[in-house]
C-alpha cells in the first residue's frame, strides 16, 4: 500500500524547534522534505540519498534545518531548529520511485512520485 504519513507538526514562536517525521510506503533512495505558504507554491527544504550521507538543503534552511532517515524504521525526519515566521506552512514528504535523482534537481517538487498528506507549521513571531 502506498501511503506516506507526516507527523511531528504545530505551532511554536520564533527561535523554536520541531521535529517533523514521515513513515510508511514507498521508502525509497531518494526522499525529500517540501513546503508550501498560502498563497505560494511549495518548494524544496531538503532531500537524501540512501545511505543518509548525502544530503541536500535549500539555501532558506541551511545551518538551521537537518534531514535524516532511519531505513529499518523506514522512517524521515527533519529536525527544525531556529524557526522563523517565513518557515509557516504545510510541510509534505516525498519520495522518488526510481533511484536516484540527480542533484541538481533534487529539490525539484516535479520529480516525486510520491506525496503525504503534509503536516502544518505555523511559526508566531
Known amino acids: 500500500q502506498v501511503q506516506l504519513v507526516e507527523s511531528g507538526g504545530g505551532s511554536v514562536q520564533a527561535g523554536g524547534s520541531l521535529r517533523l517525521s514521515c513513515s510508511g510506503s514507498?521508502?525509497?533512495?531518494?526522499m525529500a522534505w517540501f513546503r508550501q505558504a498560502p498563497g505560494k507554491e511549495r518548494e524544496g527544504v531538503a532531500a537524501?540519498?540512501?545511505?543518509?550521507?548525502?544530503?541536500f538543503y535549500a539555501d532558506s534552511v541551511k545551518g538551521r534545518f537537518t534531514i535524516a532517515r532511519d531505513n529499518a524504521k523506514k522512517t524521515l525526519y527533519l529536525d527544525m531548529n531556529s524557526l522563523k515566521p517565513e518557515d509557516t506552512g504545510m510541510y509534505y514528504c516525498a519520495a522518488f520511485q526510481d533511484g536516484r535523482i540527480p542533484s541538481w534537481r533534487v529539490l525539484n517538487s516535479d520529480e516525486y512520485n510520491y506525496w503525504g498528506r503534509g503536516t502544518q507549521v505555523t511559526v508566531s513571531s
Open positions: 514507498p521508502f525509497t533512495y531518494t
Open positions: 537524501i540519498y540512501n545511505l543518509g550521507i548525502t544530503k
